[in-house]
């Protein structure tokens, strides 16, 4: 071994006691110089979204056919063309966006955009959606946490994917109360009308990629995509990180 190697093991021991690294969802150690948030095992289950899913809002299907029981069952026409994610929202997902939305680890952002450009090539229904818009949060909250989740989320994955970013394409003009708890009229109501399009002409006859981190009811896409429709956007399908 030359000096240089044991150098390399030496600094690599150190760095391993000093700045110990372990993976966010089952606590393992891992080695200094690994990127990832989460470890090898638990990477290896996520529950990565694979067909069959719903090809209106994304979820998994446990048993073929094009809509789930719910899709199937809806009345109202979604303002998207549709749905897609790229994990199930589960515990070791939940723990990264955890850790980067609550704890402030921000950098954790862009692993979780690169993530979603590594599975977009499952979809390629999205291939043809070329500007990339996150869901925004209000002013206050931005302001509170120091940044938007989605946001930094959406960049990264534009980045990835060489696809256009428009961080201001929505503006989320008024504050809403939490929608945890409420119904599907409730969950309307509360939402109606707070989202604006301030400058119409960076969207206009585009094809828009709508980015969110948990798509839980879909509510929130549902009144995105409304106003981004009538501000002129072409068309708008949706990508989050985690179906709920
Ligand atoms: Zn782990
Ligand atoms: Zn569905």
Redesign the pocket.
């Known amino acids: 071994m030359g000096w240089k190697d044991k150098t390399a093991g030496v600094c690599g021991f150190l760095f391993n006691v000093l700045a110990p690294k372990t993976c966010l969802y089952c606590k393992k150690d891992q080695k200094y110089d690994y990127l990832p948030p989460l470890c090898g095992e638990c990477l290896k289950n996520l529950e990565v979204i694979r067909f069959p899913y719903?090809?209106?809002?994304?979820?998994v299907l446990d048993s073929g056919g094009s809509?789930?029981?719910?899709?199937?069952h809806?009345k109202r026409k979604k303002s998207f063309a549709f749905s897609r994610s790229a994990v199930m929202f589960e515990p070791r997902i939940r723990a990264v966006i955890h850790a980067c939305k609550y704890n402030g680890y921000k950098k954790l952002s862009r692993w979780l955009g690169e993530f979603m450009a590594e599975r977009i090539g499952k979809y390629p229904e999205l291939g043809g959606y070329g500007l990339v818009v996150p869901v925004p949060v209000s002013v206050k909250k931005a302001a509170e946490r120091g940044f938007n989740q989605s946001e930094l989320i959406a960049e990264a994955l534009a980045a990835g994917t060489g696809k256009k970013f428009c961080r201001d394409g929505l503006l989320k003009s008024r504050e809403t109360r939490s929608q945890a708890g409420l119904n599907r009229e409730e969950r309307e109501k509360n939402l109606a009308d707070s989202f604006s399009c301030p400058e119409p002409s960076k969207i206009k006859g585009e094809k828009i990629i709508l980015v969110d981190d948990v798509a839980t009811t879909l509510s929130t896409l549902n009144e995105a995509a409304g106003v981004l429709t009538k501000a002129g956007a072409l068309e708008v399908a949706c990508y989050t990180l985690a179906r709920e």
Do not use: D, H, I
């Open positions: 719903c090809s209106s809002c994304g979820t809509l789930c029981y719910s899709c199937r809806e």
